[in-house]
């Protein structure tokens, strides 16, 4: 199985050079949110247990994704072995439907909040977060595994050649010559799965709290519980409008190759990035955690007294 990489693309050194500073600045963000959420108790909370999954899954999924990515492009390294493959697709797809699914979950957790606010408490609790996120990855990983399962046993009777970076299941049905209906009506279920639940059902609470809000009298009430939304709808936004941008530039028009294994490759870097940002620098809970953290381990307080200055 070959993955080809780029091609008499000029400069491209800086975007290795970037991949490199994008992966380190990921793990740095997400092992220090997900630090900071399991060292604080007072973040030990539905809605920051939803956070720490999304921390956890950006983390795993940019370290399946990122270090391949280095092989393929840094050393042209364009031929793996066909297990190999499935294995790399397996790890890269099945986190990044964590990631959506984690965002359903934080809308779910928002559309409580804002529209039956006098039973949040007792609707989501931590016994029901559990339970749902422990779903989303018996589920999801169940979803991936048949479907890993079933490619295992295609044949290809001509090229071996995906024309891009990554062991793309749709680019190796297009190439297997032995199709059954299971590879067909799996190839269904994770296309509605992974591809068009999240945003669905995440618009429809949207517009469940849009109406909830219409209600609320005061501009003033109705600005604040819209604030609470900000950080999960930047996070909507990064996480799917890249996507979403890629494929459709790529039906629409015709895409150079290097273009194409570029937007997709920020595509899938860039939000696990933006990601840990968005709930430790804009979020006030998590600021405080970490001074008090500082502040009792003496051996990284001058380090913060210089960070918080």
Known sequence: ?????????????????????????????????????????????????????????????????????????????????????????????????????????????????????????????????????????????????????????????????????????????????NLTSLDVILSYVVFITSICLPPVLISLTYVCIAIALSRIASRKERLKALKTCTSHLILVAICFLPFFGSNIASVTSPFDRNARIINVTLAHIVPPLLNPILYSLKTEEVLNSMKKLCKNSSWISSFCETTYR
Not at 35 to 53: A, D, G
Not at 96 to 122: E, G, N
């Open 1 to 177: 199985m070959f993955a080809f990489g780029f091609s008499n693309i000029p400069h491209v050194t800086y975007f290795y050079i970037f991949l490199c500073l994008v992966y380190i600045m990921t793990v740095v963000g997400n092992v220090l949110l997900l630090s900071v959420i399991f060292l604080v108790k007072t973040l030990h909370t539905p809605k920051y247990m939803i956070v720490f999954n999304l921390a956890l899954a950006d983390l795993c999924g940019s370290t399946a994704l990122i270090p391949k990515l280095f092989e393929t492009f840094l050393f042209d390294r364009t031929d793996i072995v066909y297990e190999d493959c499935l294995s790399y697709m397996f790890f890269v797809l099945f986190f990044i439907d964590v990631q959506a699914w984690t965002l359903v979950t934080m809308a779910y957790d928002r559309f409580i909040a804002i529209c039956f606010p006098l039973r949040y408490h007792s609707i989501v609790t931590k016994p029901a977060i559990v339970a749902m996120l422990l779903l989303v990855w018996v589920v999801l990983l169940t979803i991936r595994a048949l479907t890993v399962g079933t490619i295992d046993r295609l044949s290809f009777c001509g090229s071996l050649a995906l024309q891009s970076f990554f062991c793309d299941p749709g680019l190796i049905l297009y190439l297997a010559c």
